[in-house]
C-alpha cells in the first residue's frame, strides 16, 4: 500500500495548491500529532492545508481531532505565520520537499517541509536561516547539520535536469545483478517509479525486467524515448493535471473484496486493469485515500482501548470470583477437618495426651520425635496418625483418614496442643461459620464494585468513541456568520453580531421586498426578514423578528421590556442629512416606523438536522402522495354539483323567511363592519349576480394584538360607552322571529358595555366617527388620526364593495366622499415628511390605536398564495446556497432519513413550536458554556431520542452552541435534571 508522496506526486499537489491557496492569509496552525500538522487559510472560504512530516502534504475536507495545547513548534509557527499570506508554493528541484513562503522581502519566513525519509519540517526567515525545526539531525554524508541557527541548504536538492545518453552510458558499470530496469532508471533521474513504468510501458519495454549491461546497450534508444516522455510529463504538471484515481486491490474478505491500495494523478497504462474510482481533483483523491487509512487505523486503536478497557472490567470480576471460591474452598474444608477430628476422637485425644506428658516431663523436642518414631515401629495407631510435630507453636500436624469409607484419602490436619479433641473440632466448625459470614459480605461488595467498575468502563468507552472520529467538515451556510433563525413559517431572519455585520447587512443581503427591523434601545441589532414574494409577511414572522431583535440587545441583561419597530427595505438609508454623520453600523429611516407589539424575553434553544439529498426527495414524494390521497377524498361523485358552481343563479329574499345559520353570521359581519365604519349604504334593484364569497376585512392579521384592561363593572361606564350610538327601540317578537341586525346590535351592547371614555375615544378616531370632538388646529396628533381615518376608509371601501350579497348590490356613498377627501391629506402629509433618524423615537410608540393600525395593515397575510417561503427565497446574488438547503434542514427528523450532521439553533420559543428537542431561555445567571451542557444532557436522555440523533449531539461543538445566545440564561425544560418519573 502506497503511504507516502513520490517526487511526481509532489510537483502534482504544488500544482494545485498553488491555484486553492496561495495569496490567502494563516488564521491559525493546530496540532494533530508530533508529525502531523494543520495550516488553517481564510478569506471568503476556509481552507485547511494538513501537512505531515515524511508523507504528504494536501488540503483536506475533514476535521482531523486537535490537540488541546499546541506544541512548541506550532506556538513558533502561530508566532512568526499568523495573518501573513502565502505567497508562493514550490517544491525544490525535482526532490520531495515544498517551501511555503509567508509574506515579502524582509518580513518573508519560509516553511520547508521534507517528505522524504523520515521527514522534517523547518521554519526559516528571509535568508533561510532556520528559526525552529521539528527534528534536529545531521547528514553525514553532505556534513550539513539542520538545527537551529543554521542555513537550510538548497543546494543539496536533486534538480531537474534532462535526460542524456552520456549519463546512460557511463552508469552502465555499475547495474548489478538482479536489478530492476524500472528502479535503476529511477536511481539516475527521479521521475517517481510509476511515471518512468508509465512511459516504458508506452516504449514497448517491460519495467520489471531484470537487466544486464548487454539488455541495456539493445534498448538503449527506446530506453532514452522512454525518459525524453518522462521528463516532458513531468514540465507540463500544471496544465495537463485536472484529475486524480484511487486505485484498489482484490482481497478476500467477509467484508469487502478490494481495499484502497495507491493514489496517482494520471491513470497509468500499467494500472489500466486495476479497478479504479476518477476524483474531480488530485488533492481530493488523497485526502479520501488518507482519510480511510486514518479512519481504519482510529478503529482499530478505538477497539484495543476498548478491550483493555474490558479486559480491566473483566479482571475485577474475576479477581471477585476467585475470591468468593476461595471462601467456600476454606468452608468445605474446615468442616471435613471438623468431620475427620470427630470421627477418629479417640485417637486425636491419645495423641494430644501423649505429647503433653512428654512435654511435663521434660523431655527434648529431640527425644519426643525419637519416642514418636519408636511408637511407629511398633505400630501405636496414635503415633501414625502424627505426621509433625511443632512444639514452637503449640502444634502437631496428624494424618486422619474417614474409617467408615476405605477409599478416602488422609488429610493432614493441625491440631493444637493447648486443646483438646473436642475443642479443636469446635475450632474448625467457628471457621466454617466466619467464612460463611465473610463470603455474604464479599458477594455484597462485590455487586457494588463491579456496578461501579461498569459504569466507569462505559464512560471510558462512551470518551474513546467521541474522540476518536474524524468527520467531514461541513461547509458553513451563508447565514450562520450571522444572527439567524427561521421563523415558524419558513422565513429566514438574519441579524448582525456587531456594528460591522450591520453594515454588510443592510449593503449587500437587504432586497426589495425585504422588512428591517429594529429596536430603540442600547446594543440592539440590525434585524432582516428575507422575502422574495411581493406578499406581506405574516404577522407571526413579524412578532417573532421583534423579539430576536430586542433579546439580543441590554434589554436581555436589563430585563427591560420595550417595543421593536419595523420598516421597508427602501426606507432604510446610508445617507445622512446634510452636516451629519452616521458611523459604521448606523443607518437613517426615511418615513414611519412601524412598531410590533412589546414583546419578553424567552428564547428557545434546539438543533436542526441536516438530511441527504435521498431523504429530502423521499419526503416530497410521500408529501405528493398524501396531497393526492387528501384531494381524492375531497372530490365529490355528482357532477350535476359541479356543472352548476360557475352559473349565475338568482336568489329571492325573503324576510319572513326563516334564515339559516350561515346566513345570520354573515348578516350580522356585515351589519357589523358597516356600523364599526360609520357608513351608509343604499340598496338598488336586485340584478341577476353570480354568488360570491365575503372576504372577512377583521382577519386574524386584523385582530387587536393587545389585550384591553377591563375595568371593574360600573353603570357609568356602561351609559358613556354606549353614547354615539344610536338608541332603537327593542322590536316586538313577531312568531319567536327576530328581524335583520337585532341579534348582532345586542351582541355588540354587551361587547361594549364596559368600555371607557378614553378607550372610546380612541377606538374612534380610528374609525372616524362623527361621536369624536374636532381637533383644533392642525398639530401632529391631528395628522395621526388623519391617517387614520383614511386607512379605515379605503380597507372598508374594499371589502364592502367586493362583497354581493344574495340578491342585492350594496354601493358606498359616505365611503367615497370620506376617501376622496383623506387621500388629498395623506398626499400632502406625505410631501412633508421628513426623514427620521433611527435612534429617534416615533411619536406613534406606545398609542394602542395607532399600533394596531400599523399591525393591521402591515402584517396581513397572504390568503390565495401557494408560494413555499422556504423555497422562494432570493439568495440569487448574494447567498450561495442552493434553495432547497432549508427544505434539507428539518426540526423533526423521521426514523427513515439519513442525518448528516445538526445545527444549533437560537430562535423566540414561539417559533419552535415543531421542533422534537427545545428548551426555554430567560435571562437567569447560567454561563452559556454550563447551559449548553445541561441542555444536551436533557437532549440525550430523552426516551424518544433515536440513536443517531444522539450521535449528533456529540458531534455538536461547544463554540456554535454558544454563539447565538444572548448573555447568561435560565433554562427551562420538562425533566431538565433528570429527577422526573421512570
Not at 398564495?865 to 442552493?882: A, F
Request: charged share 30%; with cysteine.
Amino acid at each position: 500500500m502506497k503511504v507516502k508522496f513520490n517526487s511526481f506526486d509532489v510537483a502534482c499537489i504544488v500544482s494545485e495548491l498553488r491555484s486553492k491557496v496561495q495569496n490567502l492569509r494563516v488564521i491559525n496552525v493546530y496540532d494533530i500529532n508530533n508529525k502531523s500538522y494543520i495550516i488553517k487559510f481564510g478569506q471568503e472560504v476556509k481552507s485547511m492545508l494538513f501537512i505531515e512530516s515524511g508523507s504528504r502534504i494536501h488540503l483536506t475536507a475533514f476535521e482531523w481531532p486537535k490537540q488541546m495545547m499546541p506544541s512548541a513548534f506550532s506556538a513558533k509557527c502561530r508566532k512568526v505565520m499568523k495573518n501573513k499570506r502565502l505567497t508562493s508554493v514550490n517544491q525544490i528541484g525535482c526532490d520531495r520537499i515544498v517551501d511555503l513562503k509567508f509574506g515579502n522581502e524582509e518580513f518573508a519566513s519560509h516553511l520547508i517541509i521534507e517528505l522524504y525519509d523520515r521527514g522534517n519540517i523547518c521554519l526559516c526567515n528571509d535568508q533561510y536561516i532556520i528559526t525552529a525545526i521539528l527534528r534536529t539531525r545531521k547528514d553525514e554524508r553532505e556534513d550539513v547539520r539542520y538545527a537551529v541557527g543554521h542555513f537550510y541548504p538548497m543546494d543539496v536538492c536533486q534538480s531537474l535536469s534532462s535526460p542524456s545518453l552520456e549519463v546512460l552510458d557511463n552508469n552502465i558499470s555499475d547495474i548489478k545483478s538482479n536489478t530492476q530496469l524500472k528502479r535503476w532508471l529511477n536511481h539516475l533521474f527521479p521521475y517517481s517509479i510509476p511515471l518512468i513504468e508509465h512511459c516504458l510501458k508506452q516504449q514497448g519495454l517491460e519495467p520489471n525486467k531484470k537487466i544486464t549491461q548487454d539488455t541495456v546497450l539493445g534498448d538503449m534508444q527506446r530506453i532514452f524515448d522512454a525518459l525524453k516522455d518522462a521528463h516532458n510529463k513531468f514540465e507540463s504538471i500544471p496544465s495537463s493535471i485536472g484529475s486524480g484515481y484511487i486505485f484498489y486491490k482484490k482481497v478476500q474478505s467477509s467484508t469487502t473484496d478490494a481495499i484502497m491500495d495507491e493514489f496517482h494523478p494520471v491513470l497509468f497504462d500499467q494500472l489500466a486493469s486495476s479497478k479504479s474510482k476518477e476524483y474531480p481533483s488530485y488533492n481530493e483523491a488523497i485526502d479520501v485515500f488518507f482519510y480511510e487509512q486514518e479512519t481504519q487505523k482510529i478503529e482499530i486503536k478505538s477497539l484495543q482501548q476498548e478491550k483493555n478497557v474490558m479486559k480491566k472490567l473483566d479482571n475485577i470480576k474475576t479477581d471477585h470470583e476467585n475470591r468468593i471460591k476461595a471462601l467456600k474452598d476454606v468452608q468445605e474444608a474446615s468442616a471435613n477437618k471438623a468431620y475427620l477430628i470427630e470421627v477418629n476422637l479417640e485417637c486425636v485425644e491419645e495423641a494430644i495426651n501423649t505429647i503433653q506428658n512428654l512435654v511435663a516431663n521434660r523431655l527434648s523436642w529431640e527425644e519426643i520425635d525419637e519416642l514418636v518414631e519408636e511408637g511407629k515401629e511398633s505400630n501405636h495407631e496414635a503415633a501414625l496418625a502424627i505426621k509433625k510435630i511443632n512444639l514452637l507453636n503449640n502444634k502437631m500436624t496428624m494424618s486422619l483418614k474417614d474409617p467408615y469409607d476405605e477409599d478416602a484419602a488422609t488429610v493432614d490436619i493441625d491440631i493444637d496442643l493447648d486443646m483438646g479433641a473436642y475443642s479443636n473440632a469446635k475450632h474448625y466448625f467457628d471457621a466454617v461459620k466466619h467464612s460463611v459470614i465473610k463470603e455474604q459480605k464479599t458477594i455484597q461488595s462485590s455487586e457494588i464494585a463491579l456496578k461501579n467498575a461498569e459504569k466507569k468502563t462505559q464512560a471510558t468507552i462512551k470518551d474513546i468513541n467521541i474522540v476518536a472520529s474524524i468527520k467531514r467538515a461541513r461547509k458553513t451556510m451563508w447565514f450562520e456568520k450571522f444572527l439567524w433563525f427561521i421563523s415558524s413559517e419558513g422565513y429566514i431572519v438574519i441579524g448582525g453580531r456587531d456594528a460591522m455585520q450591520n453594515e454588510i447587512l443592510v449593503k449587500k443581503y437587504l432586497k426589495k421586498h425585504d422588512v428591517y427591523v429594529h429596536a430603540d434601545i442600547h446594543g440592539a441589532t440590525s434585524i432582516i426578514v428575507k422575502n422574495k414574494s411581493s406578499e406581506a409577511l405574516p404577522p407571526k414572522t413579524m412578532m417573532e423578528a421583534g423579539c430576536f431583535a430586542l433579546c439580543h440587545s441590554s434589554a436581555w441583561n436589563s430585563k427591560i421590556v420595550t417595543s421593536a419597530y419595523w420598516v421597508h427595505a427602501e426606507q432604510v438609508s446610508k445617507t445622512a442629512p446634510t452636516g451629519e454623520y452616521l458611523t459604521t453600523g448606523s443607518f437613517m429611516i426615511r418615513g414611519k416606523k412601524n412598531y410590533l407589539p412589546p414583546a419578553q424575553h424567552i428564547l428557545g434553544f434546539s438543533v436542526l438536522f441536516k438530511i441527504s439529498d435521498e431523504s429530502v426527495e423521499e419526503r416530497r414524494k410521500s408529501s405528493q402522495d398524501l396531497a393526492i390521497q387528501s384531494s381524492d377524498i375531497e372530490q365529490r361523485p355528482d357532477r350535476e354539483m359541479e356543472s352548476t358552481e360557475d352559473v349565475p343563479v338568482e336568489v329571492e329574499q325573503n324576510d319572513d323567511a326563516p334564515s339559516t345559520p350561515s346566513t345570520e353570521k354573515r348578516e350580522d359581519e356585515v351589519d357589523e363592519l358597516f356600523e364599526k365604519y360609520n357608513l351608509q349604504i343604499s340598496a338598488v334593484p336586485k340584478p341577476e349576480v353570480a354568488q360570491a364569497e365575503f372576504t372577512d376585512f377583521v382577519g386574524t392579521a386584523h385582530k387587536p394584538q393587545y389585550k384591553k384592561k377591563q375595568e371593574p363593572h360600573n353603570p357609568k361606564n356602561r351609559q358613556k360607552g354606549s353614547q354615539g350610538q344610536k338608541s332603537q327601540p327593542e322590536p316586538k317578537q313577531q312568531n319567536s322571529k327576530s328581524k335583520r341586525g337585532q341579534k348582532g346590535k345586542k351582541k355588540r351592547m354587551e361587547k361594549y358595555a364596559d368600555q371607557s371614555d378614553d378607550e372610546r375615544e380612541a377606538m374612534m378616531a380610528l374609525l372616524g366617527s362623527a361621536g369624536i370632538k374636532k381637533e383644533k388646529g392642525k398639530g401632529k396628533s391631528g395628522s395621526n388620526n388623519s391617517k387614520l381615518k383614511y386607512k379605515a376608509a379605503s380597507s372598508a371601501k374594499n371589502v364592502v364593495s367586493e362583497y354581493k350579497a344574495e340578491g342585492e348590490k350594496v354601493k358606498i356613498t359616505e365611503a367615497d366622499r370620506v376617501l376622496e377627501t383623506l387621500t388629498k391629506q395623506k398626499i400632502e402629509e406625505e410631501k412633508e415628511a421628513d426623514p427620521k433618524d433611527i435612534n429617534v423615537t416615533d411619536d406613534n410608540q406606545g398609542k394602542t390605536a395607532d399600533t394596531l393600525a400599523v399591525i393591521s395593515e402591515v402584517t396581513q397575510p397572504p390568503q390565495t398564495s401557494t408560494v413555499n417561503p422556504v423555497q422562494d427565497i432570493d439568495l440569487s446574488d448574494t447567498e450561495d446556497e442552493p434553495i432547497d438547503i432549508l427544505e434539507s434542514l428539518v426540526r423533526n427528523p423521521l426514523p427513515t432519513d439519513n442525518i448528516l450532521f445538526g445545527v444549533p439553533f437560537v430562535a423566540p420559543y414561539n417559533s419552535m413550536n415543531s421542533c422534537k428537542f427545545r428548551v426555554k431561555l430567560t435571562p437567569g445567571a447560567t454561563k452559556k458554556g454550563k447551559a449548553c451542557k445541561t441542555i444536551l444532557e436533557t437532549f440525550s436522555r430523552d426516551k424518544n431520542a433515536l440513536v443517531q440523533e444522539k450521535n449528533v449531539f456529540k458531534s455538536l461543538k461547544d463554540v456554535d452552541m454558544t454563539v447565538n445566545i444572548p448573555g447568561k440564561v435560565k433554562i427551562s425544560a420538562p425533566n431538565l435534571h433528570g429527577h422526573g418519573k421512570r
